[in-house]
């Protein structure tokens, strides 16, 4: 079988494709962080609020409550941009399909328990994902900058 060239075709590049995979491996290490850091933040907010491991557990919050699982949700997108802006060598595109993905992942479980929980919730949360995750990378940029 002979193979066809294609116009305007550009070959598959070990450069080309070693980018791919550290983007690919990126967005994964950033979504690994989000899921580490909000572990950890919830399980720091059940041993330190009282009676917080109940209001989760019949998803009964207070107004505090919900605002800490926001504080929670943006400290863990601002984490997974800086971890995909540092492994994607403080490129942005890393970042923004890790916010892409997470907007992907956490709109269905948004959807399922929108009823349980205020529209204003669901939309701060929803609509910060991508911006904070691109927030996070920027600061990456920022901090690990080199100094002349």
């Known amino acids: 079988m002979e193979t066809i060239p294609l116009q305007n075709a550009q070959p598959d590049t070990p450069s080309r494709s070693y980018a791919t995979f550290k ?3 990126a967005v994964i290490a950033a979504i690994v962080t989000w899921i580490f850091v909000a572990t950890v933040l919830n399980l720091a907010l059940r041993a330190l609020w009282p009676h917080y491991h109940e209001a989760e557990t019949a998803f009964n919050f207070t ?3 919900k605002l800490a699982r926001l504080v929670l949700g943006a400290t863990s997108s601002l984490g ?6 540092w492994i ?8 923004t399909l890790t916010g ?11 959807y399922l328990l929108w009823g ?6 669901h939309l701060t949360f929803l609509v910060s994902l991508l911006p904070l ?16």
Do not use: D
């Open 63 to 65: 107004f505090a409550m």
């Open 88 to 95: 994607g060598r403080g490129r942005m595109k890393a970042a």
């Open 23 to 25: 983007t690919v491996g």
């Open 100 to 110: 892409i993905v997470l907007l992907g992942l956490f709109i269905p479980n948004h």
């Open 116 to 121: 349980k929980l205020p529209v204003w919730y």
């Open 133 to 148: 995750t691109l927030l996070g990378a920027a600061l990456n940029r920022r901090t690990c900058r080199k100094v002349p």
């Open 80 to 85: 997974a941009g800086f971890v995909a802006a």
